[in-house]
């Protein structure tokens, strides 16, 4: 076994380590910071692949943006974990039996998409002395641009609902609602008050001011 083998194995056992963990951890602060683990040790794999334009975009972007946003909505959440558990063993047989299913199917779509799709190398689309992320970016952009459409869409999808969730309605969320802000009029904010005129009062005379006596 070569050097490229082992770290090979030793990534991939840190990673089905922290993928169990993301699912087992009872914090889910935890299971989020195994999940950064996870990407990190996907995106050694990748290396080892010599993917590296995909390797760092999964640091860069997963790790230092994604997962930040992940971990600040599930700090913002404020997760009961007691009341998450509570009937966990009473619905598990149901989510067992649906997770095989789930399972099965996923097997079945790709084992038989894989089977039957030609593969576009990467390598045909480049032209002499293009680098391999600019080519990889002509293949996603021409052959697959419909899925790279989707996929940006369901990113947003996950955004706004992060930002829903975010500012329910708690006690101490201080969210407004837009419609009373559209429907507000100006008399409800601002209130003219007219006041009389009224003089200044006069200054009293210094102590030390010179009196009519003192002048004579």
Do not use: C
Not at 5 to 28: D, K, M
Not at 31 to 45: K, T
Not at 81 to 106: C, D, H, Q, S, Y
Request: glycine letters at 4%.
């Amino acid at each position: 076994m070569d050097v490229k083998t082992g770290f090979f194995y030793a990534f991939s056992a840190v990673l089905l380590f922290s993928a169990f963990r993301v699912i087992t951890a009872r914090n889910p602060v935890h299971a989020v910071l195994f999940l950064v683990l996870s990407f990190f040790q996907a995106a050694m794999i990748w290396m080892l692949l010599k993917a590296e334009f995909l390797s760092i975009a999964l640091i860069l972007i997963y790790v230092g943006a994604v997962m930040v946003l992940f971990l600040f909505v599930v700090m913002m959440l404020d997760v009961n974990v007691k009341n998450a558990r509570t009937g966990f063993w009473k619905n598990f047989p149901l989510a067992a039996v649906v997770g095989v299913v789930i399972v099965l199917e996923m097997t079945a779509v790709l084992l038989g998409a894989f089977s039957e799709i030609d593969p576009i190398p990467v390598a045909a689309l480049a032209e002499p002395g293009m680098s391999n992320t600019r080519a990889l970016g002509r293949l996603l952009y021409t052959e697959y641009l419909y899925p790279l459409e989707v996929a940006a869409a369901l990113l947003l999808v996950a955004m706004i609902a992060a930002v829903a969730l975010a500012l329910r309605q708690r006690k101490d969320s201080k969210a407004i609602d837009a419609g009373l802000q559209i429907r507000v009029r100006s008399k409800d904010r601002l209130a003219i008050v007219k006041l009389a005129p009224t003089l200044p009062a006069r200054l009293a005379p210094e102590a030390n001011e010179p009196t009519q006596e003192n002048k004579a």
